[in-house]
């Protein structure tokens, strides 16, 4: 009779582990499919610009987001270089406006070709700057023209992000 009875115990839990080995698979396969899907989705498109209401430049620069297929979130904010210090840009970083995509923190008027290489490449920084309002960015210019230099900024300090 014990033996029936360790048998039998022994039977439940080796069937009751099976079942829990294969609800743990087919959980996993569901995180995996997920992961994929997100990779394949790619970085965030929507981005959000903090700026001073009386900018133009702001609005022309969100519109050239918009034609590259990003959703814009425009905040007038007339305190917009205060939210920029405590982002941790830095002072001579500061542009006309400051945004937010995925995580990191784009100061000034930075072609999206760059903001896309950003959200892609996931460096270990907190954001990136274009100073001031040069005159071939976009936002000022129809679309960007000669060179501009735009910096990283973060734990590390300051550097050259991109010279093109």
């Known amino acids: 009779m014990k033996k029936k009875i360790t048998f039998a115990s022994i ?14 698979s087919s959980a996993h ?10 990779q394949t989705a790619g ?4 981005i959000t610009i903090w700026r001073d209401p009386g900018c133009g430049c702001c609005d022309t620069y969100a519109d050239y987001l ?14 917009f270089v205060t939210r920029s210090i405590e982002a ?4 001579e970083g500061i542009g006309c406006h400051l945004a937010q995509i995925d995580g990191y923190y784009v100061s000034g008027l930075v072609p999206a070709d ?17 100073p001031g309002m040069p ?9 960007k023209t000669g060179i501009l230099k735009t910096y990283a900024f973060g734990e590390g300090g300051v550097s050259v992000y991109s010279n093109e």
Do not use: C, F, H, W
Request: aromatic share 2%; no cysteine.
């Open 114 to 130: 760059i903001i896309e290489r950003l959200v892609t490449d996931r460096p270990a920084i907190d954001g990136i700057a274009l």
């Open 66 to 79: 918009e034609e590259r297929g990003y959703e814009v979130n425009r905040v007038d904010d007339r305190n």
């Open 135 to 143: 005159a071939n960015a976009p936002g000022m210019a129809l679309e």
């Open 43 to 46: 970085p965030s498109k929507s």
């Open 29 to 38: 396969g569901t995180d995996q499919a997920l992961t994929s899907e997100r």
């Open 11 to 24: 039977a439940a839990v080796a069937v009751a582990g099976s079942i829990g080995l294969i609800a743990l």
């Open 88 to 91: 941790g840009v830095p002072k």
